[in-house]
C-alpha cells in the first residue's frame, strides 16, 4: 500500500494535467482587413560594456491597401521617424530625424541624408496569407530609395501549412542578401489563449569566415489571435565581443 499510493497519486496528477492542456489547434493565416493600419515600433539596443552601447527607434506605419485572388496582402508603408543614441568612451551622439535640418549638428545632417530617401519615399511591400514575402519593399513614388525600412523577416514570421497546437513545431530558414549568411530558426506554440497566440522562437545565425563564428537568438512572439497579426516581439542575442543586443517590436 505505501508503494501503491504515490505511483496512483502520480497518475492522477499526470491526469489532470493533460486534461487542463490546450488541445486546440488553428491555422496560422494572416488575415488583416482593407484598411486596417498598424504602426510597428522596433528599438534594438546594444550593449557592449560600460563604455559602449547603442539605442535606435525606427517607427514604420503599415495600411492593408488591398488583396488578391491568391491572397497575397499589398501594405503602403512609411517610414514615420528614427531616433538613435550612441555612446562611446563618454562620446554622446544622438539622431532624431523629426529634429529641425537647421538645427542639426554636421554629424546629424551627414545621417539625415543617409535617410532622407526614405523618410521622404512611400513604400509598398506585398506579403501572402502564409507570412511570405512576395515582394519586398520598393519605393512607389518616384524615389530611387530601395533602402528596406525595417527587417521584414523579425515581425513577419513565415506559418507552417498545416495545422498547429501547443507544442507544435516548425522551421525556416532565409538568407541576408548583404552577408549572404543563413538563419535557421525553429517556432514553437507556447500556448493559445483566448484572444492571442504566443511562440518562442530559437534561431541560428551563421558565422562569417574569418571574422564571425554562429551565434544564437531567441525570443517570443505574441500574436492576435483573430487575425495572425503581430501584437508583440522580442528577439536577444548576446554578442561575440562582449555585450549583448536585443530587439523589441511593439504595435
Avoid at 495600411?63 to 555612446?87: A, C, G, H, M, P
Wanted: charged share 30%.
Amino acid at each position: 500500500m505505501k508503494i501503491f499510493r504515490p505511483i496512483f497519486t502520480f497518475f492522477v496528477i499526470t491526469f489532470l494535467f493533460s486534461c487542463s492542456q490546450n488541445k486546440e489547434e488553428i491555422d496560422l493565416k494572416l488575415s488583416p482587413k482593407i484598411g486596417d493600419q498598424q504602426t510597428i515600433v522596433s528599438q534594438v539596443v546594444t550593449t557592449g560594456n560600460e563604455q559602449m552601447s547603442m539605442k535606435s527607434t525606427m517607427v514604420v506605419r503599415f495600411k492593408v491597401t488591398s488583396k488578391d485572388d491568391q491572397n497575397v496582402f499589398t501594405f503602403l508603408t512609411d517610414l514615420r521617424y528614427i531616433k538613435t543614441e550612441t555612446k562611446m568612451f563618454g562620446e554622446v551622439e544622438k539622431y532624431d530625424s523629426t529634429k529641425d535640418e537647421s538645427l542639426m549638428t554636421n554629424d546629424e545632417r551627414s545621417m539625415h541624408e543617409e535617410f532622407k530617401n526614405a523618410l521622404e519615399s512611400n513604400f509598398e511591400i506585398r506579403i501572402d496569407e502564409k507570412g511570405s514575402i512576395v515582394e519586398p519593399f520598393h519605393a512607389i513614388d518616384g524615389n530611387p530609395s530601395t533602402e528596406a525600412l525595417v527587417d521584414m523577416g523579425n515581425i513577419q514570421l513565415v506559418f507552417p501549412n498545416e495545422k498547429v497546437k501547443v507544442g507544435s513545431e516548425w522551421k525556416n530558414e532565409k538568407t541576408n542578401p548583404l552577408t549572404e549568411q543563413v538563419t535557421k530558426s525553429t517556432y514553437t506554440i507556447k500556448d493559445i489563449t483566448e484572444n492571442e497566440i504566443i511562440i518562442t522562437v530559437g534561431a541560428e545565425i551563421d558565422g562569417v569566415s574569418g571574422l564571425l563564428s554562429k551565434s544564437k537568438v531567441e525570443g517570443e512572439y505574441i500574436l492576435n489571435k483573430k487575425d495572425c497579426t503581430l501584437l508583440k516581439g522580442t528577439l536577444a542575442m548576446d554578442l561575440q565581443m562582449g555585450g549583448n543586443a536585443k530587439e523589441v517590436i511593439l504595435v
